[in-house]
């Protein structure tokens, strides 16, 4: 019996510490993962910001940003980079994949993170600031931008601890390194073939955050991956000029089927939708009004060529309105900014061939005399089966009418032309045929 209850307390014993051991176990560290692809913008700035506070929350061991950019608005910029250096947790950034880059504003960000790496192949710098405006800027004006870009990024190397004279060249003179001269010249901490490599490279960096300073532990860490909504996915598309200018097209085309055949709906619908997603993406792309109404008028004069041809000197205006308000409609002289010359041309070219045949063909049809129903009758040849004087009976298609003239007299067998139709009654001519 004592055997039995000593038995039973150490099974209660050893229950008991494995309860406690698992309850007050250390916890295994995680890693928020961001991918920023593509222009720097309101939605993914509005995304890093909230990756960053949800990592804060969750009391993640430190957070990786995957960048690939070619820049971006610097009100953007700023945003991201003012949560990176009040973050609580230690923010890594790592340009990658192999042929990335952090030009512009994303050198800004690089070089506010706790950690720095680049993956082989990719490249940094180009952080030159560009006029988003609406007016041209002077020279003045132009050093006092080069300026105060130049003071904040050397405040955040020196913050950061990295290279204060390559980041005021980067920006003055549009320096631009490789992943291998970036560490060399202490630009960036570390070089990784992938984020495996790079959480494995970080375990047991000291890094000093807004809050303390902390040794990294990331090894065997949980990675938590942070995707875009769908939403933030479809308004970041939008701020692609090209994808704008596209719907722009669209929404012309659209609205101009639909006057072209009211009632058929699906091109009104379309056309309707694709303008306004136009211009909620011209809201966050600096576009030039007077470019936007060249394209409009260009498109005025291919109708108008339609309507009145001028064997082509209304088209040919209409192709340069196109192109020339193409060129002008961005405002940015950012390269990642502007539109493609290989899609304005395309474009001019497509929307000249659709109103040069696909819509003329569709107004001919409707100018097109009918050729069934009562007013299928005008133009026609019949037989006067009575005399007219100046009413009478005529014969055609196959069918009696009660026909009358103008004051002119027909004999009954002669042949005649409808003019006109009133009510049941056909206005009818003598038919003189030509030789």
Request: charged share 15%; with cysteine.
């Given at each position: 019996m004592k055997t039995k209850i000593i038995i039973f307390f150490l099974v209660l014993l050893f229950v008991f510490y494995y309860c406690l051991t698992e309850n007050y176990a250390t916890p295994k560290p995680i890693i928020y993962l961001l991918q920023l692809n593509g222009i720097i913008n309101p939605i993914t700035s509005q995304y890093v910001?909230?990756?960053?506070?949800?990592?804060e929350k969750e009391?993640?061991?430190?957070?990786?940003l995957q960048l690939d950019t070619p820049g971006g608005l610097d009100t953007s910029m700023r945003d991201i980079i003012k949560k990176m250096l009040n973050s609580t947790i230690p923010i890594i950034v790592y340009v990658s994949p192999p042929g990335g880059r952090a030009a512009s504003a994303g050198v800004f960000i690089t070089l506010a993170s706790n950690i720095a790496a680049m993956a082989p192949g990719t490249n940094i710098g180009a952080a030159h600031p560009v006029a988003m405006g609406a007016e041209e800027i002077n020279e003045e004006m132009k050093a006092k931008m080069v300026n105060d870009a130049a003071a904040y990024i050397k405040s955040i190397a020196e913050k950061r601890g990295r290279n204060v004279q390559w980041a005021e060249k980067a920006v003055r003179e549009s320096a631009s390194i490789t992943e291998q001269e970036a560490i060399e010249i202490g630009v960036i901490e570390f070089i990784a073939n992938d984020v495996e490599e790079l959480i494995e490279i970080i375990d047991g960096v000291r890094v000093t955050t807004a809050s303390e300073t902390k040794i990294l532990k990331t090894k065997g860490a949980e990675i938590i991956p942070v995707k875009m909504t769908f939403k933030d996915l479809f308004l970041h598309s939008?701020?692609?000029?090209?994808?704008?200018?596209?719907?722009?097209?669209?929404?012309?085309?659209?609205?101009?089927?639909?006057?072209?055949?009211?009632?058929?709906?699906?091109?009104?619908?379309?056309?309707?939708?694709?303008?306004?997603?136009?211009?909620?993406?011209?809201?966050?792309?600096?576009?030039?009004?007077?470019?936007?109404?060249?394209?409009?008028?260009?498109?005025?004069?291919?109708?108008?060529?339609?309507?009145?041809?001028?064997?082509?000197?209304?088209?040919?205006?209409?192709?340069?309105?196109?192109?020339?308000?193409?060129?002008?409609?961005?405002?940015?002289?950012?390269?990642?900014?502007?539109?493609?010359?290989?899609?304005?041309?395309?474009?001019?070219?497509?929307?000249?061939?659709?109103?040069?045949?696909?819509?003329?063909?569709?107004?001919?049809?409707?100018?097109?005399?009918?050729?069934?129903?009562?007013?299928?009758?005008?133009?026609?040849?019949?037989?006067?089966?009575?005399?007219?004087?100046?009413?009478?009976?005529?014969?055609?298609?196959?069918?009696?009418?009660?026909?009358?003239?103008?004051?002119?007299?027909?004999?009954?067998?002669?042949?005649?032309?409808?003019?006109?139709?009133?009510?049941?009654?056909?206005?009818?001519?003598?038919?003189?045929?030509?030789?």
């Open positions: 910001v909230g990756g960053i506070e949800d990592a009391e993640a061991e430190c957070l990786i939008l701020t692609n000029p090209n994808i704008a200018y596209i719907l722009l097209f669209l929404g012309i085309y659209g609205i101009l089927g639909e006057f072209s055949n009211p009632g058929s709906f699906f091109p009104g619908i379309v056309g309707g939708i694709s303008l306004i997603l136009a211009f909620v993406a011209f809201q966050s792309i600096p576009i030039n009004y007077g470019g936007l109404l060249l394209i409009i008028f260009g498109i005025v004069l291919f109708v108008i060529e339609v309507y009145t041809p001028t064997f082509g000197l209304l088209t040919a205006g209409g192709v340069t309105s196109l192109i020339l308000g193409s060129f002008m409609l961005s405002k940015s002289t950012a390269p990642f900014l502007r539109i493609s010359l290989g899609l304005i041309i395309s474009m001019s070219l497509v929307t000249a061939i659709f109103f040069i045949f696909a819509l003329s063909k569709g107004i001919k049809i409707q100018w097109k005399k009918p050729v069934t129903g009562r007013e299928g009758l005008l133009g026609k040849v019949g037989i006067a089966k009575t005399d007219l004087t100046p009413e009478g009976t005529i014969f055609i298609h196959g069918e009696r009418w009660q026909a009358s003239t103008k004051g002119e007299r027909i004999k009954e067998g002669e042949e005649v032309e409808v003019l006109e139709l009133r009510g049941l009654q056909l206005i009818v001519k003598k038919y003189i045929r030509k030789e």
